[in-house]
Structure formats: C-alpha cells, structure tokens
DNA sequence: ACAAATTTCTAAATCGAATTAGTTTTTAGC
DNA sequence: GCTAAAAACTAATTCGATTTAGAAATTTGT
C-alpha cells in the first residue's frame, strides 16, 4: 500500500501554501484570487500525484460525511432491498452514500445500530424501526441527528415518515373480498403487535368487515411470532384447516405469503378452489403462478425516494416540513386467487 | 442539535488531560498507571456527559475506519441481497460497517463508486465487478485497498476470489437434462459475455453436451441484453418457439427464469410438457409453482462469510492466503421441471 | 517616486481523538 | 533527609483537510 498523497505533499511540491492547493482543488481558485498560472500548476500537479481527497479529514473539518444510515429488519426481505435500492439511488443524486443494517425485529440490536451511526457521525437515518415508542428511538439518537421513519410510523405524529396507506389497502383488498362472496376472512399477521403497518392493515380488514356487516371472528385472526415464522404458520393453518374451512386467506406480507403457499402446496391445498388468497405486497411470484395471486402493491419506489426527500429536507431545515407523514396509496392487484366464489 | 461532547469536554471538567480520558476511556488506563480513582472519576463523567467517540477523527488518526465497500450490479436482486445480509452478519462479529452500491452492470458507474469508497478510506471492498479485467480495476483502485472478488473473477489468478463453481454447477444440471432425455437444450445467457459467471456456466453446459456427445447448436445459445431483459428473452423465445420447439430450457440466472416463465405464462407454454426447464439460482418461486422447477442452488451464505473472512484476512496481512479463488459447489435440486421425457 | 489599491498568496487555528516522549508527584529504602 | 524507583499524569504532535485573518507582492494613480 504505497502512501496516499495529501493536499500537503502537493503544497510543498509546487511550494504554495495548502491553502491555496485547497481552494484551487475546490474551484474556489478563481474568487479567491489565484492566479490562473498557479491554478493550472496546481490541478496538474494533483493530477500527476494522483491526489485523493481523505474524505474523512474533509467530514471531520466540515462536520457532514455526506452519509446516511438505513436501517431494515432484513436488507434481504425483497421489499425492503427495492427500497433500499431507490434510497441508493435517490442519495446518489446528491452525493450521499449509504451504510446499511439489518435489525431482525430486535429492539437491543437496533439501538446498537443506531448508536454505531451516531459514532460513524452519519448526516441522518431512515429506518423501519422495530421499537414501540418515539421516546425510545430518541433515548437512543441523543445527537438530534436527523431521522425519517419508513414503513412503521411511532406515536409522535410529528416525526417524518413515508409508508405506505396500510389501512387503505387492506380495507379495499378486504372488502374486494367480501364483495366477491368471501365471508370467514382469516388474516394472518405477526406477533409484535405494536407495529404500525400491522396495526392498520388489521383496522382496515375490521373496517371492512364492519362496513359490509360481517362479525369478526377471533379465531380467523392469526398472529405468528417472527422468529420460526414458517413453522409457525404451518401449525396455525394446520389446526385452523383441520377446524373447518375458511373461505380466504389475508396474509399481511410477503413471508407470510411465501409461509402459507408452502403450507399450501404440501396440503396439497387448492387456490381459490378451497381457499380464496391475498397478500400484503406484491412479489414476482404472484403473477407466475397458475393460479395468479391477488395483492396489495406497495410502492416500493415511491417511498424510498420520498424518504430521501424528506430526511434532505430535516437535514438541511430540521422540523420545517409541511406534512410530517407521507402515506402512499397502494395498487390493488385483482388476480385469480380471490375468484368470485359461486 | 446540542453539540456534542468531546474528550477535551471531559478532561476540562475533570481537570485532567486529554491523553489521560483517552486511555481511561480505551480501557487502557490500568496498563497505563492510572489511579483507579482517576479513572472512575472519568468513566462516570464520560457517562454523565454521555460522551459519544467521534469515529472519524478516530478513523482519521489510526488510518482505519472499520468500514468495508460493497459493489454489487444490484442490490435489490435477490442473489445479491442475500450475499449482502450474509456480509453484513459476518462483518458485525468483527465490528465492521458495510456501504453498498448498485452498479447496473455499468462500467463507468462501478469506476466511480470504487473512487469514492476510496475517498472515504475504507478499509476493504468486496466487489462483483463488471469489469473485464484486472488491469481495468486496480487503475481505479490505485491506492492498494485490499478487495476480495464475488461471483466473478477476472484475468489474475491472484487476485483474492469467492464464488460458485459455476462450470460444475452447470456441467451438472445440463448432464441431468441429458440423462433425462433432453436433447435440444436452450442456454438462455446475457450479452456482455466476459463475465467469469456466466461463462463458466455456458463450458459446463458445453462440455456437457460434448461428454454426451451431442453437438452444440448455435441457435440454441441465446445472449440477451441486461438492459430491457425482459422485452428481449420474449422476442428470442418467441422466434425461437416459432422456429421449431426446443426439448428444455437452461436460464442462466433467477431474472433470466423470471423472464422466461413470464414468457411461458403468456403464451400458455406448458412445463414440461412442451419444454423442460431447468434454471441456475434457486428462489422461492421455484418450489411454490405447481410444477417445481429444476435448479441449482448457489451457497449464498457461505460465498458471504467467505469473503469476508478473505478481505480480512487481506486486510491484516496482504497477498498471504494460501488459497486466492474459492468455488463453492453449489446444490443441484431437481424438480418437476425437468422431468424424464417418456 | 510614493501612497493607495489591488492581486496573490500564507500562517495558524480548527475539527476530535491517539500517541510519543516526556514531567511531576509520590513512595520506598537507608 | 536525601536519592532512587515507581506511580500518576501531561504537553505537544499527528492524521488531512478547511478557513479566518492577514501578509507580501504587484499594479495603479498622480
């Protein structure tokens, strides 16, 4: 590893100040009076030693590391890599660069992320957050470093968030349902029950039910722990099948789907022959199947680029936001799964 | 914003100096003669100020930043997102940060990224490039940042590299196709043809056929574009079903099979009843479509771990490891898709 | 030719931590 | 009570860039 050349190696070479090779190599030679002569020196000296800038001399000086931190429960869940990919890009516009952590829903690991962040000296963080409360993320970011919630909102309606209209969607998918003469809707959920996209999406299905007059059942309501998930819905669907039949399943994202058409598929359950289907979020093997699934798109682009927007905005004018949360309607996708049952 | 506290904050009010908080704080204060009283003193003010560490003057000082670069083509392919959590697993255990970027297969783009993941002082990138050889990478990477290569290696047997076997990978499923009766078998592959991967997969299949004795066919060797995949495998497909029906299918990567199955779904192609198929990378898609599909499985958590261990290894003492490109053997699944012709 | 104005450039401080090469203080030995 | 040794602590430099405040050199005006 040869030794890197700094602004200093450049000064003494052409014996100028280092504050000068420093103004020529931002483009702030000219209004600050150097001369044309010695700006060219300077810019061709750096190009021969091949001068990198030291990024972290230049942050810890200017206190910004154009660098943001995000934080997902799993970076390998394809609804969240599609928004990290639009983060990615929409930073990249501006010059920012992403560090990325993976939470699998645990509160401590997540604190401990956002801790390294602040060490790391991050210009702000968007984060899926696992936590239940406002109080406990800023017990954590004591900096006041800037953050954008996404996908979960907290109890503090002025904290920026970008999601997607959770209650919406699964209002018009539950009342899609209905309407094609569905009645005993089990939806399957998650256990940490405090998350906000869970919370709405289960009000929007009781909404429905409310509105086209349907009692809700208990039992038709399934939350599974995230650890073992697969097992879990396995032994759920298994006792509620062997009970007696439902007439649709609602799987509120895409592992719960992916859990429930495995169950399927060693049931040898058929769709929407014995049960009606539909998922939370959109996953390429909806349309591939033989029997096409019916889903809730979430606008994955969207809310990765409104994020970007919004935590832009909080950095540069922190709390000056008009609209505080940003919830992105999602698009109803009507497949084959949810046949209207004759 | 409240301004942080730094370590001078600390030794103003404790009256004592910076070096001495420093080493309290590193937990080197025993070793360094400090008073058990000083350094409680310390530790407790420290907690009381709740001092946070400044990692970049800390990087900037120790010419390290516990910080890797990760490049990949596209963060949001599974493959990839799932190589990434593995990264970011393993790196945690050895308190390393991981900042990625998507490279779209673009050349220029991949150029840029590792200059600024230079300017930022990481200290080792782990890269699926896109380059065509050595020479073309370490022109970017002139500062010696020790990388490891995923997926892909280039012309250099030297260079540090951890991936699939693809040519056993490929050699594998094609002899499988054969033995199962297949004969006319399309390889379905990308344009730019000087990716490692892809090439290694396309001498297995052509060994293969040549170990069986069956000529290769030059119509049957279709290379599509990475951009607007989708568009161009339906329009190869489509001539080439026109033309006269292929026995199977080979696809080279998960969005080639995504393609192709959408190709399949539109025009009523029945698996594997018309044709057989068989694709490289495993997703879940596969064993959820009612008829499975045939595949190899790639070890993406292993390449992970792996090159993680390589980089650091690199990191601590460069060019020393005994075994520079790992191939993992990946897993043949068989499935439906690839059914005995009768 | 000399002051004033303009052009061109620089020394030194700063960001926050780590570290080298000490110095000061205390204790021990006789 | 004095010295040597041990214990406890610190000043100053460094990493590499930016910036403030100002100095030196040149040009202009009369």
Known sequence: MKKKTSLADIAQSLNVSKTLVSMVLNGRG????????????????????NYQPNMLARSLRLGKTNTIGLIVSDISNPF??????AVEDA????????IVCSTDEDVEKEGRLIK????????????STSMASETDIRKKIRSGIPFVLIDRYLDNPDNP???????????????HLIKNGYKKIVILSHQPTHLSSLKDRKKGYLQALKDHKINPD?????????????????????HLFSEGEPDAVFCLNNSLSLAFLDFCKQKNINIPGRTGLASFDDIDLFRLLPVTVTSVRQEVTEIGKQAVIKLLHEIRKPGSAEEKRVQIPPILHIRE??????
């Open 30 to 49: 000219e209004e600050n009076g150097i001369s044309k002569d010695t700006r060219e020196k300077v810019i061709a000296r750096a190009k021969e030693l």
């Open 80 to 85: 969240f890599s599609k928004i990290i990919r």
């Open 91 to 98: 930073l990249a516009e501006y010059d920012y660069n992403l």
């Open 116 to 127: 390294m962040l602040e060490y790391k000296q991050v210009d702000g963080m968007i984060i």
């Open 161 to 175: 968030y970008v999601g997607t209209d959770n209650y919406l969607g699964a209002y018009r998918l539950t009342s």
């Open 218 to 238: 208990d039992r038709l309501i399934i939350d599974v722990p995230f650890q073992n998930r697969d097992r879990h819905v396995f032994e759920a669907m298994e």
């Open 337 to 342: 799964s949810s046949q209207k049952i004759s």
